[in-house]
């Protein structure tokens, strides 16, 4: 039995494999950072402490750190902005609750500009609003990135404990972020940069749950998911964003009684995250894959069949699957590790002389 059990996840994995194409790039995987979805900028950590731009066949190194730092860079579906979190001494202070020192540059440059200390930086509105926590303060940064004006949330999380606020912006004045309780009861705060009041939208019936938040056009994506270890159940839910003040109209999409991991995504017209498929609870053993949620249908479909799938990541359009060396493309370009010429344009498509 058990060798039938190991042949089946042998053959699943090849399956898999096979049907998702492999993220294909000039670049070594093992130091990008981050690459646009056609190739043209590839951010590159040369060695430890030394972030590089890849452009035009033209290297730039441009941020040098001399604690031998880790990079991060990320972006959203804006393309104006894209973060680079400096994290330092990474291979020898091992601490999740750590400050990143974060900097923001334009789109396929590579003249970074200072910002803070924090953690999950997010780009919102065209990339012209930043968001980040500061562990050691616990309080929530609202920035804007055109007027430098800043807003500060103090959170209700209290010392020593490891939640990371999750934070989007549905308007210039609206904030939606997540937060717990003294009891550990998560919760959805609306927040009014103007009036600085907030509103409870949302309040999870169970304790030992976090949330997560995505956005795409026209929507913002709650998931909800239980903390590893703890028996409770998932769910997805969805708000449409057509009135902005009102956020009170939730649709759950999912519920599930397994312990999904989540890790949410949200792309135009799909939710992507991480769905524990089987469990066996005495011996704490999950089998999870990446599953999709299609929006018009709201139909489920698992994409892998790698049996443990533990994270989802998104660069510039692509929705990636990090696997055993490897990354497997879920939606967007897998190929960009070839350079390619335009073509000789046919007779008729000549250009005049006289231009």
């Not at 897998?334 to 498509?349: M, R, T």
Request: glycine share 6%.
């Amino acid at each position: 039995m058990v060798l039938i059990s190991f042949i089946f996840l042998s053959l699943s994995h090849l399956f898999a494999s096979e049907i998702l194409p492999k993220f294909l790039t000039k670049q070594p995987l093992e130091s990008l950072r981050f690459i646009s979805m056609d190739g043209r900028y590839a951010y590159v950590q040369r060695r430890p402490g030394v972030l590089g731009l890849v452009s035009s066949f033209k290297n730039n190194d441009f941020i040098t750190d001399s604690s031998r730092s880790n990079f991060l860079v990320s972006g959203s579906r804006f393309k104006q902005r894209l973060i680079v979190e400096v994290i330092p001494a990474a291979h020898v202070e091992f601490n999740v609750m750590k400050n990143h020192k974060i900097h923001v540059v334009d789109y396929g440059n590579y003249k970074p500009r200072e910002i803070s200390w924090g953690r999950n930086p997010k780009l919102h509105l065209q990339d012209e609003w930043l968001t980040y926590y500061d562990t050691n303060s616990r309080i929530l940064f609202v920035e804007n990135l055109l007027t430098t004006k800043k807003y500060k949330i103090a959170l209700g999380v209290k010392a020593g404990s490891f939640h990371i606020p999750d934070a989007e912006m549905v308007s210039s004045d609206t904030l939606i972020y997540t937060d717990i309780n003294e009891s550990g009861f998560a919760g959805l705060i609306k927040y009014n940069l103007t009036s600085q009041k907030s509103t409870v939208i949302y309040k999870s019936a169970l304790n030992a749950t976090h949330m997560e938040l995505c956005q795409d056009k026209g929507y913002l994506a709650i998931g909800e998911f239980p903390y590893e270890g703890v028996t409770r159940g998932s769910k997805i839910m969805l708000i449409k964003l057509s009135d902005t003040t009102n956020l009170a109209g939730f649709e759950t999409i999912y519920t599930s009684n397994a312990q999904d991991l989540g890790q949410i995504l949200c792309m135009e017209d799909s939710i992507y995250f991480v769905k524990t498929t089987k469990q066996h609870k005495r011996l704490n053993i999950k089998t999870t894959e990446a599953a999709q949620i299609n929006l018009a249908t709201q139909n489920l479909k698992i994409r892998t069949g790698f049996s443990n799938v533990t994270q989802l990541s998104e660069m510039d359009g692509r929705v990636l699957i990090p696997y055993r060396g490897e990354y497997y493309v879920l939606e967007g370009n897998a190929n960009i590790s070839e350079d390619k010429l335009k073509a000789i344009p046919d007779k008729k498509e000549e250009l005049p002389l006289d231009i």
